[in-house]
Structure formats: structure tokens, C-alpha cells
């Protein structure tokens, strides 16, 4: 099993729904979230294109965040879900230095937060909140080893890239362009 | 667009941040196991709601965790509004609920009105108060005189105890503010309005064409998810727009019109229609009126002549008319939704009436369907009695085609004139902020400023319970009950609203309020249901359901009454115009005097060094009545002025700075706003979210945070057709020295 998500940038509007319903879900503190929008305007007027991408950490295969962390705290769930064990976590933050994505954030009560891909929900058979609140449709989630999940039937059909592939961490969340 | 301001801030922080040792402890009390929350693994309970944050009206349901607390609303799958997924506004709804600005208790007035002086009363004490006056009012005016001011759910139940006191003066800012122009546009085409949500078939449509409409920033859900499933099904899609909108990034054609010149472009695409014959030929000749007229309106509107009005280049008009043409019948030209910018509003509503209407599309798949709206009884009361006057007696002979009454027109008949022999003398205002929402802000105070009585019925002290002889709070649409929802939409279909929690602090329902002020006038008689679970278990078992059923459900779809979704081949259709055509030249606007073809006016451009006021919303965000909602203020905490580079280079403005902005009335902002610095904008306006800049300090998270377009909005340019307030003619210019001006905050 090999958890992934894709977000369709033609689709996305930004409308911020997947921060809001993950904080919800999560009982994120106000004030902090674990994805976020990126909107990236080329051009000049009137010859413009705008990308708009729903962001989050992106579960890489090859995670600094794993391999810095000195307690073990971070670690790899079933699917390669990257996720954190707060009551391991001492809070030194070497993961968020590490993250090339920006995605973890430190949790007032004493550790570091990010996505997990809400696996709460994920094994009552449930996608994740922000894919399932999406008013455009455009968050895909899924297992890449199986052909005929989501996300690997629209990676199979669009173009597609991941953010900052030069970092090597093999990150599996991927843009549709 | 949610920011990482926090995260960043505290990330900075590092480590010292983390140091707190109870902190961990508490971590660890609420995560169990890895990173399941509590709430999420043991039993909760859900009940059903209809959304209130817009007027969208989403059905969803509302989840509590075990400590019986608010803790997310999730959609409705059977929803048609919205398919099982809230929109950011509707998901962010506990925050409503949770804001510990709210109203919390009765109040009433105490100092000189505005000022802001109030002391806590009992709800006895309060209802008092106003019937006293309401009385005193009837006896010296006449019950007429009152009028309300409604834009939420909670209006059913105060406009039925205005109706019931003697008055029909209900007017609600959204339409004479807002979709009026297109409703009236619209009903002297087809002879019927869109109302809301909007019958366009986006879902199975080949083109949508957006002029001004920002599908996706203004978050309607339903057509945000069916513009989605249309980018997916290859839909073309053309924007007309001076900013470079989200939509106009997922279209086809961006059109980046110089404003106020739309209807140049509009005329041009029905000469392109009509000359190259892309109409179409057999539905114009079997359900059109006036087709030879309207050729000859509009024989010289050429895209050559349009190209020097809108800079939209005659072979751009040519190909996106063959575009729709391509597509049609499965086209739709938007009507939009906030369309009071000019003036001129209701003709150019009917100018993309008779687009849609020479391409076939109205009563077409991928068009505008045929909406149904479920039919529930109303509650047995006794006949309203007649009143002598309404709103319309202070316009003799004006705005009669306008079907709702003006939120305007009822403040500018409170200003007493001595050409008018009787003005307003009360005003109940329920949900709705006139401050923010009316334009002129200084007409709207001089109002208030003569009335006998104002009460404001609010869940926040929005900027104008400030100017309340008495305040009473409603409590949150999660906890209360409302009328079910009826539509209209593809099926007939009900939701209900339902309360998830007791009203918080000394806050209530709309329907109490009303029944209670009903029994101090000696109304009591309209309200005979004593509680409104009663009320709605005997509507809703008039059609078949029960509260018990609803309860379990929240939506329940019913099949159609009225025939099919959309015109079949060779249907004989009447449409309700005078003619019983679909009227290309209007007949009931040629009675009243009005052009019956629409034609083009130039309206006014900025004066050098001004830059015209465009205004819009934000995804996250319903006009001024969420910007302190803790989980959206947290998505978009202020707006900023979006600042064309060139622009910017001139004024030598900088990505984030702080200015001042001043009309060209000499009206200031009274706050700063951030610029940002874009290509999105045209070099001659400049953009911002409405409804930011809020004055009233009571909202404290959002207090002195952007800028109010509303009181840069001072020059309104009336429609004479149906009276809409035109906001779209204002110019504005930058004070770049904040020193100069007061400071505030």
C-alpha cells in the first residue's frame, strides 16, 4: 500500500474549504493549520496564467523529516504515511528545519503537527477531510499500488509534477498541470 | 487564502515555545493513540442543519463530539445545493457559534443614539419597549410607517409580525444592492426571475460565459461544483473581466474589458449573432417577440465599433460569439449575481437575457433549466390586514417594474422632505448590516438619525446595533429551528434546520422573538403555534413527512409537479410577458418609457490620478458578517488592495504597504490597507474583498483590520428602471503618508 494524493490545479478555485475542514476534522488550534493555499500568478496583464495549489506535506518516501528526528517521534505508518507521535516528540524542531515543504507546525500543546493524511478516517474506509470537503472535486486521493484507485487512475490520464524534486525526497503528493 | 503568519511566528520562535511542560502533559491527555483525536474515535451525535453563513442555504449535518460540544458540520449527500461538501464558509460555521464577541443579553439605549451607551435588559423589559413604541408609531403615523430591514432566515417570522401589525415594508438589500437589476432584466425577457440558488444548468453546459461574475471567489457552492464538473467535461469557458479572476485563470478566453463598457461587448455579440446567423433559427421564430426590432437596434453595435469602447479586439468578439453559437443550446451566458454597478443595471441584465435567448438556451440542457420550488402550506393565521401605504407611495409613478420593495428607497422616505407627507418612523432591521451594506453611509445615518424607533435583531454587534435604541439577541442558525427549506432547484426538495445546542448566553430564536412581541401587541392570534416544533411537525405532516422523519433525514427530495427540466422539441410554451413570447423587444419597458432594446451609454472614467473602485468577495467570506467568525477570520484576517505594477511604479507603492485611500467626494478611509502588488488588475482600478474595515470595536477580532469599500461608495448612480443602487462609479487615490491623516487603532 502506498498512500498519495493529486490536486488538480485547473480546478482548484482556492477557496481555502480543505484548511478549514482539516482544522475542523483535526481540531487544529486557530491560528495554525496543516495545509494551506499557494496561488503563483506568471505573466503580464493581460497575459496571465495563475496556478492555485492546495499544499500539504507531502508523505515523501524519502523523508528528512524521519531521518532527523532524534526520538523516533516521526515516523512511517502503513501506506508510508509520514506521522508524528506526540507523547515521543520533545518538540526541537530539527523536523521543521528539515522539511523542504514547509508542512509540520508546532502544536502550543508541546509537539510538532502536521497532515496525516487523516488515517483516522482512512481505516473507517473514508478519504480525507479535505479531499472529501472539496466544493471542485479537484483533491484525489488513494492507493498507488492499486490501478484502479483515484489517484492512480488520474495520474494515469493527466500530466502531472511534484514541488521541488531536486530536494530527492520522493514526495507523493502530486499537482495535476 | 489562509497564511502562514502563525505558523511562521511561532516556528521562529523554535524550541522556547515548546518548553512548557503542562503543555506536553495536555498533549498527551488529549492524543491517546498516535494522532487520533477523542473526538474523532468515540460516538457523537449528529442532527441536520441548513447552512446560514450565505444564502446559498447548503444542507449538512452537525456533528458533536462526546462532551456534547459543536465540533464540524460536514454537507448532505442528497443536498442538490450541495452534493455532500460545504463550501469554506459553511465548514468554518462552528466558529459563528463559538465567537465570544457575540451578543450576549438584551439591550437598550441609554445615550444619545450612536453613541453607543446601552444597559443590559430583560427580555420583558425589551419587548416592552418596542411594542410601546410600535403602538405610539400606528396611532400617530400609522403602522405603515414601520418598516424592516431583513437579509436571513429569522425575516419569515419578523416580517409576518410587521405584516400582521399593518405594514408590507420588507425590503431585504439583496435585491435593490444586489441580483435586482437581473431579476427585473430577466422577468421582461422570459417573464419569470432566477431567484436563488440560479436555474443555469453549468453542470451539462459547453460554454459558460462570465461577465463580472467570479464563479469560485464568490463561493456559491452549487455552481462552483458544477463549473468544476464543466472545466472536467471540457466546457469552454470566456470571462469578461477587468481583474484577472480565478475563473478568468481557468478560461478559455479572458476578456479584459475596460470597465464600465460591458454592455458595448454585449450589444456587439447580438449584431455578431443576428449578422452571421448563428442564432437560433427555430426557437427564435417559435418563442421570440421582437426579432426584427432588436436586428435593427442593434445593426450598427459592430465589434469594430465595440473595439473602441471596451479594447476587446473586433476577431476576440467575432470568435467568442462563434464559441457560444458552437455550443448553444448548451450555453449560458451568466446573469451574474451582484450586478448593481452603473445604473444601467437592468438593461444590461436584458441585454444578456436576449443573448441567451437567441442562442436557445433558456429552457435548454447545459442552458437554464425550469426550477421547482416544493410547495409547503403555510402556517393557519388570519388574513394580514390591508395597509394603506407602502414604499411605493413615496415614489409616484417610479421603480414600478422593481417587485421587492428598496432597501434604499424605504432609507431615503425616512429623511423627512416637505414635498412628502409621511416618512419612516421605525425601522427593525434583522440580519443585516445597513452600515456596511447600504452605499452613502452618511444618508443611511441621517436616516436613523430621524427615526422613532430602530431595533436591531442580531448574533453580532455588527456596526449597526450600534445605532439601536434596543439590540436583541438572535442566537446562531446551530441552535435554533427555522422554516424548512423549499428550493428551488432540478427536483422539489425540503431541508431542515434543526438547533444542535441551547441557545448560548441570553440569546434566541427569531421565531420566539416575533410570537412574544406578538402577544405584547395584541397579535398573538398570527403566531398560534406555541412552539415552532409544533409549527413545523404540522407543515411538514400537511406533504407527507413529520419533524421526527426530517430529524432523521435533514433533506428530503420529492419527484416534479410541473414537467420536465427542459423544454421538449416542439413544445408549445407560454412564457408570463405581455406578449406570451419570449420578449426580444420589451413591451412592458416601451409602456413605462424605458428603451425596449437596450442601448449603450458611456458612463464616467477616473479623473487622472484616480484609479476606479472595484469591488468583490473573497471564497471565505459573506460580505461583512463573517470577517470576525474565529475559523474564517483565521483563513483571511483583512483584504488588500490589489495595485496594478505600472500603478504602483507611479505611486511608488510597495508590496505590503499601508495606505489610505480618498474618493473623489473627499471621503477617506478610515483604516489603511495593505497593497498587493499584481498583473491581475487593470492599470485604471484598482480591487478589493468587501467587507473588511469594520469601525465597531465590539468585533475585536476584526476591528480597524483593511479597508471599507462601502464608505468609499458614496456616488450611487440609481437605476431608474427598478432603483438599484449602480456602486461600481467610484474613484478612488492613494494617501500615501498615513501621517497626515488620523491614525486609528
New interface residues.
Given amino acids: 500500500m502506498r498512500y498519495a494524493m493529486a490536486v488538480d490545479t485547473?480546478?482548484c478555485?482556492?477557496?481555502?474549504?480543505c484548511?478549514?475542514?482539516c482544522?475542523?476534522?483535526?481540531?487544529v488550534p486557530?491560528?495554525?493549520?496543516r495545509d494551506?493555499?499557494v496561488?503563483v500568478?506568471d505573466?503580464?496583464?493581460?497575459q496571465?496564467?495563475?496556478e492555485?495549489r492546495s499544499e500539504r506535506c507531502n508523505h515523501c518516501i524519502n523523508a528528512p523529516c524521519v531521518r532527523c528526528c532524534p526520538t523516533g517521534a516521526s515516523h512511517f505508518?502503513d501506506g508510508g504515511i509520514v506521522?508524528?507521535?506526540?507523547?515521543k516528540c520533545i518538540?526541537?524542531?530539527a523536523c521543521?528545519a528539515s522539511c523542504p515543504y514547509?508542512a509540520r507546525?508546532?502544536?502550543?500543546?508541546?509537539?510538532v503537527d502536521k497532515c496525516?493524511f487523516c488515517?483516522?478516517?482512512l481505516e473507517k474506509g473514508l478519504n480525507p477531510a479535505c479531499a472529501?470537503?472539496?466544493?471542485?472535486?479537484?483533491i484525489y486521493f488513494g492507493d498507488l499500488e492499486d490501478p484502479n484507485s483515484p489517484v492512480s487512475l488520474i495520474l494515469k490520464k493527466r500530466k502531472y509534477k511534484s514541488l521541488i524534486p531536486e530536494a530527492g525526497t520522493r514526495p507523493q503528493l502530486f499537482f495535476l498541470i | 487564502?489562509?497564511?502562514?503568519?502563525?505558523?511562521i511566528k511561532?516556528?521562529a520562535a523554535?524550541?522556547g515555545?515548546?518548553?512548557?511542560?503542562t503543555?506536553?502533559?495536555?498533549?498527551?491527555k488529549?492524543?491517546s493513540s498516535?494522532?487520533?483525536?477523542d473526538?474523532?474515535?468515540n460516538n457523537f451525535t449528529r442532527t441536520p442543519t441548513y447552512c446560514e453563513i450565505c444564502f446559498w442555504k447548503c444542507a449538512g449535518w452537525v456533528y458533536k463530539n462526546k462532551k456534547g460540544d459543536i465540533?464540524?458540520?460536514?454537507?448532505n449527500d442528497e443536498d442538490q445545493n450541495?452534493h455532500g461538501?460545504?463550501?469554506?464558509r459553511g465548514?468554518?460555521g462552528?466558529g459563528m457559534y463559538y465567537d465570544d464577541d457575540r451578543l450576549k443579553t438584551p439591550l437598550i439605549r441609554t445615550g444619545e443614539r450612536g453613541r453607543q451607551t446601552f444597559r443590559e435588559a430583560s427580555w420583558d423589559e425589551a419587548f416592552t419597549y418596542i411594542a410601546d413604541k410600535m403602538k405610539a408609531i400606528a396611532r400617530e403615523h400609522g403602522p405603515e410607517c414601520v418598516a424592516l430591514f431583513t437579509h436571513g432566515s429569522g425575516g419569515k417570522y419578523f416580517g409576518d409580525l410587521l405584516q400582521a401589525y399593518g405594514s408590507s415594508n420588507i425590503a431585504a438589500p439583496s435585491y435593490a444592492q444586489c441580483r435586482g437589476p437581473r431579476e427585473v432584466g430577466f422577468m421582461a425577457t422570459f417573464g419569470e426571475g432566477l431567484e436563488s440558488p440560479e436555474p443555469t444548468d453549468i453542470r451539462d453546459t459547453r460554454c459558460l460565459v462570465l461577465i463580472g461574475s467570479h464563479i469560485?471567489?464568490n463561493?456559491h457552492?452549487g455552481q462552483?461544483?458544477e463549473?468544476?464538473?464543466a472545466?472536467?467535461k471540457g466546457a469552454v469557458i470566456i470571462t469578461v473581466d477587468p481583474r484577472?479572476s480565478?475563473?478568468?485563470?481557468?478560461s478559455k478566453y479572458?476578456l479584459?474589458i475596460k470597465p464600465a463598457t460591458d454592455m458595448a461587448l454585449l450589444l456587439s455579440w447580438i449584431h455578431v449573432i443576428i449578422n452571421e446567423e448563428y442564432y437560433d433559427k427555430k426557437y427564435v421564430e417559435k418563442y421570440t417577440y421582437g426579432f426584427k426590432e432588436l436586428a435593427e437596434a442593434v445593426r450598427n453595435y459592430t465589434p469594430e465599433w465595440a473595439y473602441g469602447i471596451t479594447t476587446i479586439a473586433p476577431d476576440v468578439i467575432r470568435k467568442t460569439a462563434k464559441e457560444m453559437a458552437d455550443a448553444a443550446p448548451a450555453v449560458i451566458v451568466h446573469p451574474g449575481r451582484h450586478v448593481t454597478w452603473y445604473g444601467d443595471d437592468t438593461q444590461r441584465s436584458r441585454a444578456i437575457a436576449i443573448l441567451n435567448a437567441l442562442l436557445g438556451s433558456w429552457g435548454r440542457r447545459g442552458g437554464f433549466f425550469r426550477p421547482e420550488t416544493f410547495e409547503l402550506p403555510s402556517y393557519p393565521h388570519p388574513e394580514f390586514p390591508e395597509p394603506k401605504r407602502t414604499w411605493r407611495t413615496a415614489y409616484p409613478g417610479k421603480y414600478v417594474l422593481a417587485d421587492l420593495a428598496l432597501a434604499n428607497g424605504i432609507c431615503d422616505a425616512t429623511i423627512p422632505v416637505t414635498t412628502r407627507d409621511c416618512s419612516f418612523k421605525g425601522w427593525i432591521v434583522n440580519g443585516t448590516n445597513l452600515i456596511e451594506t447600504l452605499p452613502n453611509q452618511k444618508n443611511t445615518i441621517e436616516a436613523i438619525q430621524n427615526l422613532d424607533l430602530m431595533v436591531v435583531i442580531d448574533t453580532m454587534p455588527m456596526e449597526i446595533t450600534g445605532w439601536a435604541d434596543v439590540v436583541l439577541p438572535e442566537c446562531t442558525y446551530l441552535e435554533r429551528y427555522d422554516s424548512v427549506r423549499t428550493g428551488p432547484h432540478r427536483l422539489p426538495q425540503i431541508a431542515l434546520r434543526m438547533p444542535a445546542a441551547e441557545p448560548k448566553y441570553n440569546s434566541k430564536p427569531a421565531y420566539w422573538m416575533a410570537r412574544q412581541l406578538a402577544i405584547k401587541m395584541g397579535l398573538e392570534a398570527y403566531f398560534p403555534f406555541e412552539n415552532q416544533e409544533d409549527l413545523l411537525d404540522w407543515q411538514l405532516k400537511q406533504v407527507g413527512s413529520s419533524l421526527e422523519e426530517m430529524k432523521r433525514i435533514g433533506v428530503k427530495t420529492f419527484p416534479r409537479q410541473y414537467g420536465e427540466l427542459y423544454f421538449s422539441d416542439d413544445e408549445e410554451v407560454e412564457f408570463f410577458t405581455n406578449t406570451g413570447k419570449i420578449e426580444l423587444y420589451s413591451t412592458s419597458f416601451a409602456n413605462e418609457g424605458f428603451d425596449p432594446v437596450p442601448v449603450y451609454t458611456a458612463h464616467p472614467e477616473p479623473p487622472p490620478g484616480y484609479y476606479r473602485l472595484i469591488y468583490g468577495r473573497a471564497?471565505?467570506h459573506t460580505f461583512s458578517r463573517t470577517s470576525n467568525n474565529?475559523?474564517?477570520h483565521?483563513?483571511?484576517d483583512e483584504n488588500t488592495l490589489w495595485v496594478?505594477p505600472k500603478v504602483a511604479k507611479e505611486w511608488s507603492l510597495m508590496n505590503g504597504q499601508q495606505v489610505y485611500l480618498e474618493n473623489q467626494d473627499g471621503v477617506k478611509s478610515q483604516f489603511p490597507i495593505k497593497v498587493r502588488v499584481?498583473?491581475?488588475?487593470?492599470?485604471d482600478s484598482v480591487y478589493m474583498v468587501h467587507g473588511f474595515g469594520h469601525a465597531e470595536k465590539r468585533l475585536t477580532r476584526t476591528y480597524g483590520r483593511g479597508a471599507s469599500d462601502t464608505k468609499l461608495i458614496t456616488k450611487v448612480m440609481i437605476d431608474p428602471i427598478m432603483g438599484g443602487t449602480g456602486m461600481r462609479g467610484n474613484f478612488v487615490t492613494f494617501i500615501t503618508n498615513p501621517g497626515e491623516t488620523e491614525v486609528a487603532s
Fill in positions: 485547473k480546478k478555485v482556492g477557496c481555502s474549504d484548511v478549514v475542514a482544522q475542523t476534522e483535526n481540531n486557530i491560528g495554525y493549520c494551506w493555499i496561488e500568478t505573466g503580464t496583464y493581460p496571465l496564467e495563475t492555485i505508518a506521522l508524528v507521535k506526540p507523547n518538540g526541537c524542531g521543521i514547509d507546525y508546532p502544536n502550543p500543546d508541546g509537539y496525516t488515517i483516522h478516517r472529501e470537503v472539496c466544493p471542485t472535486k479537484c | 487564502m489562509t497564511t502562514r503568519r502563525n505558523f511561532i516556528s523554535g524550541a515555545a515548546l518548553a512548557i511542560g503543555g506536553a502533559l495536555n498533549a498527551m488529549w492524543i498516535d494522532t487520533m483525536p473526538s474523532v474515535k465540533w464540524k458540520i460536514t454537507g450541495c461538501r460545504l463550501c469554506p465548514t468554518g462552528p469560485g471567489e463561493m457552492n462552483v461544483q463549473m468544476s464538473d472545466i472536467d484577472f480565478t475563473a478568468a485563470g481557468k479572458w479584459p471564497p471565505m474565529p475559523n474564517l483565521d483563513l483571511m496594478n499584481t498583473e491581475r488588475i487593470r492599470w
